[in-house]
C-alpha cells in the first residue's frame, strides 16, 4: 500500500527522481508529476487509466514558473490571477516548447493554476519545474477531497500521499480559455459571478458534446457507480421505493436514508461536502441515488454540473 504522511520534503524528492505524488489543494487532491518529464508524466496517465487524449493541468508556484510553460498571457488573464490567484482558477493559455505535447494532448495550448493551499505551495517552492496534476481518481470516477479517497482507489499504484486535510474548497477549478475571447470550459470552485465582475461577461462552454472543448468534460464523468437520477425527491422516492433509494439532498434528505449537502442552504458549504457524500452513498447499501439541483447561481452551478455528469447516460 502507498505511504500517507505529511512529509513535503520526501514528496519532492520523490518528484525530483521522477515519481508520481499524490498532492493536496484547496479544490480537490492532484495526481503530481515533473511536468518536464514525459516518463514521469506517462505514470500518471498509467495510474489514472486516463486515456491520452485529455491533456492534463500544469500547476505553478508563481508568476516566473507560469512565464515557463505559458507562451502569452492576455491582460484579462493577467487580471483574473491577480484578483483569484493562487485559488480554484485554471487559465487555458498559449504554451512554450518546453511544455511536452503529452501534457496537452498535442493541444497548442496549456491549462495552468497556482494552487492555494500551504502544503502545495511550500513543495511547489521545492521544485524548479512545475507539476502536471489531474484530479486523483480513476478516469471518470469522482474526484477525492481526502488522502483516504486517493488511498481508496490509488493505493499501491502511486508512490506517496502527502496528506493536507480535507480539500476546503471540494470541487475542481473553474477554467478559463483564452484561445479566443475568454470563455469558461468548465465551471469550478470560482464562480462565473466572481470572474465576470472582473473581466464583464464571459461565454461558457455549452455543458455536454461529443467534442468538448476540455475533453474531461465528456458527459458521464465524476460518476458514482450506482446509478443517480436527478429531480423532485418526493417523486423520485415514490418512483424507485422497491430499489433502496438514498437521498442526496440539498437542504434536507427528505427523512429517509442520505446526505444532506447544506442544511443551511449554502451552495458552497454544497460544494465542499458534495464529492464525500457522493461516495459514501455509492459505498452504502442503497440501490440507487436520489439527487436534486441547487439554485443556479455561484457554486451551485458547478455542482449542478457535477450532478448531471454523475447522472448522464443512465438507464432507468
Ligand atoms: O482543481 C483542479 O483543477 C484539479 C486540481 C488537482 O488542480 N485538477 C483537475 O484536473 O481537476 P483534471 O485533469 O481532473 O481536469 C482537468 C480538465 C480536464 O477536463 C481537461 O480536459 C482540461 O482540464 N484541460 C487540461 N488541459 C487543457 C487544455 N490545454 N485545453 C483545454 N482543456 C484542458
Ligand atoms: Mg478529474
Known amino acids: 500500500m502507498t505511504e500517507i504522511g505529511s512529509d513535503v520534503q520526501r514528496a519532492a524528492?520523490?518528484?525530483?527522481?521522477?515519481?508520481?505524488?499524490?498532492?493536496?489543494?484547496?479544490?480537490v487532491?492532484?495526481?503530481?508529476?515533473?511536468?518536464?518529464?514525459?516518463k514521469a508524466v506517462t505514470k500518471i496517465f498509467k495510474a489514472k487509466n486516463r486515456p491520452a487524449f485529455d491533456p492534463l493541468i500544469v500547476h505553478v508556484a508563481d508568476d516566473a514558473s507560469l512565464a515557463s510553460v505559458a507562451a502569452e498571457i492576455p491582460e484579462a488573464a493577467h487580471k483574473l490571477r491577480r484578483h483569484f490567484g493562487p485559488g480554484p482558477l485554471t487559465l487555458v493559455l498559449p504554451k512554450t516548447a518546453q511544455v511536452p505535447d503529452l501534457v496537452t494532448s498535442g493541444l497548442p495550448h496549456v491549462a495552468v493554476r497556482t494552487p492555494n493551499?500551504?502544503?502545495?505551495a511550500e513543495l511547489l517552492g521545492m521544485l524548479t519545474f512545475p507539476l502536471a496534476a489531474p484530479s486523483a481518481n480513476p478516469f471518470g470516477y469522482v474526484s477525492p477531497v481526502t488522502a483516504a479517497h486517493v488511498a481508496a482507489?490509488?493505493?499501491?499504484?502511486?508512490?506517496?500521499?502527502?496528506?493536507?486535510?480535507?480539500?476546503?474548497?471540494?470541487?475542481?477549478?473553474?477554467?478559463?480559455?483564452?484561445?479566443?475571447?475568454p470563455k469558461i470550459l468548465r465551471l469550478g470552485g470560482l464562480s462565473q459571478e466572481a470572474i465576470e465582475a472582473v473581466i464583464g461577461p464571459v461565454e461558457v462552454a455549452a455543458e455536454s458534446s461529443a467534442n468538448p472543448a476540455a475533453p474531461g468534460m465528456l458527459t458521464a464523468h465524476y460518476a458514482t457507480k450506482k446509478p443517480l437520477v436527478i429531480g423532485h425527491i418526493p417523486t423520485l422516492l415514490k418512483a424507485h421505493n422497491e430499489r433502496s433509494p438514498a437521498v442526496l439532498g440539498f437542504t434536507?434528505?427528505?427523512?429517509?436514508?442520505?446526505?444532506?449537502?447544506?442544511?443551511?442552504?449554502?451552495?458552497?458549504?454544497?460544494?465542499?461536502?458534495?464529492?464525500?457524500?457522493?461516495?459514501?452513498?455509492?459505498?452504502?447499501?442503497a440501490g440507487i441515488i436520489l439527487a436534486e439541483f441547487l439554485p443556479e447561481s455561484g457554486l451551485g452551478r458547478a455542482v449542478n454540473d457535477r450532478l448531471r455528469?454523475?447522472?448522464?447516460?443512465r438507464k432507468l
Open 153 to 181: 482507489q490509488l493505493g499501491g499504484s502511486i508512490d506517496y500521499i502527502l496528506d493536507g486535510g480535507r480539500c476546503t474548497v471540494g470541487i475542481e477549478s473553474t477554467i478559463v480559455a483564452f484561445t479566443d475571447r
Open 13 to 27: 524528492r520523490i518528484l525530483k527522481s521522477g515519481g508520481i505524488v499524490a498532492v493536496p489543494t484547496e479544490t
Open 309 to 313: 455528469r454523475a447522472g448522464a447516460d
Open 29 to 38: 487532491y492532484g495526481l503530481a508529476a515533473n511536468a518536464f518529464d514525459e
Open 117 to 120: 493551499h500551504p502544503a502545495a
Open 252 to 285: 434536507s434528505n427528505y427523512g429517509t436514508a442520505g446526505e444532506i449537502l447544506s442544511k443551511s442552504g449554502d451552495p458552497d458549504e454544497a460544494a465542499r461536502n458534495l464529492f464525500a457524500a457522493m461516495r459514501r452513498l455509492d459505498e452504502s447499501n
